[in-house]
């Protein structure tokens, strides 16, 4: 058992690996790869000031949605949910079209983290009214808080001038724009803790993806462990979504690609995971910039567009 | 070893809704207790509270100190709880889910070997370590339950709550289950069942409660009795 997950683990590790290696590598501009190594001209600046960091960004961002999208289907037992089903990334995008509207467009981030954080303590109150957390209201709650922030999106844009409203629409559609090491590192610490605290728990994920009575009569405290995963995969989405905007279609079709394939068990669920999830968004972001010679395609259509139809083929093979 | 359990005006509240209120009952070691009664009537709400999983009023004491004074691990190695269905949603083996069993006795992020020769054992007790690699959900009803049954026992608890146990099984597991039980409760377990399988289980129990309304309304299932309780004429059960 513990084998079967160190080879998966290692694996996966090997792909997103191979993956690091070769994406900094393509690109629209024709490297002088003679002198890319050397500092101070200008191959060696688009390689490790402009690619790498983005690379970098892409790979966190990837491996940081499909681990929220993983702890969500787990917490709410639907392997249908994902990082925004559960309204703190429309919250996010909400607080980021506000700062683009009220002219603040600097302060997208710190909105985006407010937003986030307003439908966070929101639903949770809501879903922590009753004798537990419950799963179904959790859903529910995150749903509504979805559809509220949508409306108001749409609400805020129908006033915004052309110039804004492009860039509103431009921000809704998500993407890995280029950034300074120092995001990359700032998102790095935050993702790859919050991954060790919830990797940490993975046999407690296992009996709470069964049922609440279940972990509980095992010697689970069901409820701080619920808070806990709601948190931690706010927490990812959020911090990614003010970086990114929204990037459908990763966080809930990685995790379940991967149990199609590998089973359930969390001890391997969430290393591979991230793994996985982070190299996928790389590629798809690869794509995203070199497919179209002049224009860039929003990244949210290629992670669809190509996992779509392999995530069909998935199902129908037989497992 | 288990001293076993006592309540006392223990009551449990679903809302407004008082679903059981026991005036007095003591568990002990040694006893396979099955618990029977028409549907609604507390049985399931009785197994649950005694597995930790209710809220109540009252006394509820098991080895002398209250259910709410016991942390959630200590409590699972003390009582192994099998609720009356489990339906998964996510692609776990068979043997994953037995192995869920051994939780509240590993502490790192695998198990141990010992874990796993505890969870061989009992799914070759319950007969079902051949389906060890199946996928959960695959499972008939019978065989789903038999390896929560083996989950149960992996616990190594001294406390067995098993919530109809035998609903789904076939004649031969249904002996296989209770003669299982009736050896644990001999050897020393306290084990109690909430059952429909009355002819099968008053061959094997060593105490009856029957429940009624949320009360106990018997200790026994003698004919006036279960015409009382069951509100029906007895002779197709316990007649010849």
Redesign the interface.
């Known amino acids: 058992?513990?084998r079967r997950?160190i080879l998966w683990v290692a694996a996966s590790a090997g792909v997103l690996a191979l993956v690091l290696a070769v994406a900094p590598l393509l690109g629209p501009a024709r490297l002088d790869w003679s002198r890319a190594w050397t500092p101070g001209t200008e191959a060696h600046s688009i390689l490790f000031t402009i690619r790498l960091p983005r690379v970098l960004l892409a790979a966190l961002a990837g491996g940081a949605l499909a681990t929220a999208g993983l702890l969500f289907q787990?917490l709410v037992?639907?392997?249908l949910a994902d990082p925004y089903t559960l309204g703190v990334s429309s919250g996010a995008s909400l607080g980021a079209v506000s700062a683009i509207f009220f002219g603040v467009q600097q302060w997208a981030g710190v909105t985006g983290l407010a937003g986030a954080a307003l439908v966070l303590l929101a639903v949770m109150r809501v879903a922590s009214a009753g004798?537990r957390m419950s799963p179904h209201t959790l859903l529910l709650a995150g749903v509504t808080a979805n559809s509220i922030n949508i409306a108001l999106i749409l609400f805020l844009h129908s006033l915004a001038d052309y110039g804004q409203s492009f860039t509103i629409v431009r921000w809704l559609m998500g993407g890995i724009e280029p950034s300074g090491y120092g995001t990359v590192a700032l998102l790095a610490g935050v993702v790859v803790a919050v991954a060790a605290v919830v990797f940490a728990r993975?046999?407690q994920w296992?009996?709470l993806?069964?049922?609440e009575?279940?972990a509980?009569?095992?010697?689970?405290?069901t409820a701080p462990l619920v808070r806990l995963g709601y948190v931690a995969g706010s927490l990812l989405t959020a911090s990614v979504t003010c970086l990114t905007g929204p990037i459908g279609f990763l966080g809930w079709i990685v995790p379940h690609a991967l149990?199609?394939r590998a089973?359930?068990?969390h001890?391997l669920l969430i290393p591979c995971g991230f793994l996985l999830g982070a190299a996928f968004l790389v590629v798809c972001d690869t794509v995203a910039r070199t497919a179209l010679p002049q224009a860039e395609i929003p990244v949210g259509v290629i992670t669809a567009l190509a996992g779509g139809p392999f995530f069909l083929l998935l199902l129908r093979r037989p497992? | 070893m288990s001293r076993g359990y006592r309540l006392s005006g223990a009551s449990v509240r679903y809302g407004s809704h008082l679903a059981l209120s026991v005036d007095a009952l003591d568990l002990s070691p040694g006893e396979l207790t099955v618990i029977v009664g028409p549907n609604g009537a507390g049985k399931s709400t009785l197994v649950a509270l005694l597995a930790g999983l209710r809220r109540y009023g009252g006394i509820c004491e098991l080895d002398g100190r209250p259910l709410r004074a016991w942390t959630r691990t200590e409590l699972s190695r003390a009582a192994a709880f099998v609720p009356q269905s489990v339906d998964l949603q996510f692609p776990f083996t068979a043997y994953e889910v037995a192995l869920m069993g051994r939780a509240p006795h590993a502490d790192r992020l695998f198990e141990s070997p010992a874990d796993h020769a505890h969870v061989e054992q009992s799914m070759r007790e319950t007969g079902t370590f051949e389906l060890r690699d199946r996928d959960f959900r695959t499972l008939s009803g019978g065989e789903k339950q038999r390896v929560v049954l083996a989950a149960a026992l992996a616990q190594s608890a001294p406390v067995l709550l098993l919530d109809e146990p035998a609903a789904h099984l076939d004649p031969k597991y249904q002996l296989a289950v209770y003669s299982l039980l009736a050896a644990r409760a001999k050897s020393g377990a306290l084990v109690a069942a909430v059952t429909h399988d009355l002819r099968l289980s008053r061959r094997f129990a060593t105490r009856t409660i029957a429940l009624r309304a949320g009360r106990i309304d018997a200790w026994d299932l003698d004919p006036s009795t279960f015409a009382r309780v069951f509100d029906v004429d007895p002779e197709p059960w316990l007649g010849a």
């Open positions: 058992m513990a997950v787990t037992r639907d392997s004798r993975a046999r296992n009996l993806a069964v049922g009575e279940w509980e009569s095992r010697g689970v405290d149990r199609l089973g359930a068990d001890r497992v």
